[in-house]
């Protein structure tokens, strides 16, 4: 068990223990230990075996009990117990905004709600807003919350769905006589959430390929097990005391058929619309099995064959969404896309300074074994306490330990910026002789979310503005099959980013990805440099760089649109000529 692992344990320990009622002494208890098992330094497992678990601050004996358990047997039974014992109904409804664990305790005491539909009625029936401590507009906010859940539906996160796809896949090319196989759907397209994994191969007998999907490991449930195609529930725990569950279909093709069934069954369907409309016109048939002419097929021995007997070139499926990618294949060759290698550093990160795991040596290190040139601290400014946020004295020792460290690490250069609050007003929450200081600034929005939009829009192109910004983070606020963004007039903010010369993060968090990839096409034809950020809180997170890479992939960018692909050098003379253009 790694030390993520046990802290999420711990973490959901706390949380089940709040959906009991019990004293927030003992709820935060196991919440404070699960920062502190992630600040641990050294391997957890010879700390345990060696009995040093003994004195670390925020680890009592109860805990350490639980954490020798997980880490020496990998199973905590009373984690199990508290599971059995919390109704499940309970724990879904922590996924609604603004109902906490405590709100939905009461909830569950006062009118014995214990499944999100009961909750809905009695919003419905107004019992709700009657209860102490909720009132009118939060029963509206607990609907508004129930609506979205409703339609973001059963889909999944891509970067939980991938892992699935990927262990079904490579299981898939192993099977005796599989001679081709290939992911298809949203997933092949890299979209940010998925509904299901959609697989295709090819084999010339289909029956002993169906037997074989339906028994592998990860499979729960067969849903249907027919000639040619196949459908299961499949799922994994994510050791975040959540599972994954989704569905998976497999479809069996011949070989011949093959690159036909992985255009048509990769989609997007518009673009498949769009594909059979070209067919059409060239006296063709097009289907998820052939290219069929009026005499005979039109053999293509892969994917790209089947574009060319179209006339046009090969489309990358993180294009294939039918916003202009038909009509660019047919002139030209599409983009060479931005590729995860082609990034060279990072910007918007934290450390144990505001509210990260690692220190920034530490993670300065990581960022280099990456591969990275450069890395970007931008720990939380003064205003944000819930984040530890930093003040101006903390910042100053934090350039002081940056510049110790730049004179001491070989192969990566430590750059000192900020993820500096966007106030209410659309001012900066440092004032500007510190701004000045920094070698970047990053501004992001963290609190007022409700804001009607024009203001919200005000607010954060007032922020870009001033000319101490550099980028502006995660655009949105969203949190993806959770929480809608804040509304902001998205138009306006990319107008006001492209007339101040800023740029614009991408988010490479996998829950977040904003800029909304069907806004970075925009935000390029803007000239507005994009920036991928994994907005790391921990060392394992600068890897979660590639999920804003496919962002920026399905919004057509290039190794030139993205500011973090240049070299270092150049990055930090762009900085210095961004800041000398403020003085
Ligand atoms: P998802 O599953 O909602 O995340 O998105 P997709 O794109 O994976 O959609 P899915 O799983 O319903 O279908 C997989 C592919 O099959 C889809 O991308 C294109 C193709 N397809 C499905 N239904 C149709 C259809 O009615 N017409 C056409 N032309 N293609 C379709
Ligand atoms: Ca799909
Ligand atoms: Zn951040």
Redesign the pocket.
Known sequence: MTKDEVAAALDEIGTLLELQGESPFRTNAYHNGARAVQQIEGDLKELVAAGKLVGIRGIGEALRDKITTLVTTGKLPYLDDLRAAVPPGLVEMLRLPGVGPKKIKFLYDTLGIDTIPKLQAACESGEVAKLKGFGAKSQEKILDGIRFLGTVGNRVLFAEAYPLGLALLEQIRQFPGVTAAEL???LR?R?DT???I?IVCAAADAGPIMERFVKLPEVMQVVGQGPTKSSIVAGYDTGHGHKVVLNADLRVVTAEQFPFAVV??????EH??RL?QRAIDRGLSLNEYALAGDEKNVKCADEAAVYQALDLQWVPPEMREDTGEVELAEKSAPPNLLEPGDIRGVFHNHTTASDGTASLEDMALAAKKLGYEFFGVGDHSRSLTVANGLTPDRVRAQWAEADALNAKLKGVRILKGTECDILLDGTLDFDDDLLAGFDYVVASVHTHFALPEDQQTDRICKALSHPAVTMLGHATGRLLLRREGYKANIEKVLQAAAKHGKMIEINAQPSRLDLDWTHVKRAKALGIPLVINPDAHSTGELALVPFGVNVARRGWLTKDDVFNTRPVGEVVKELERRKAAWK
């Open positions: 298809g759907g949203s397209r979209r998925v509904k299901d959609d048509y069954f990769t989609g997007s369907k498949n619309i059979r």
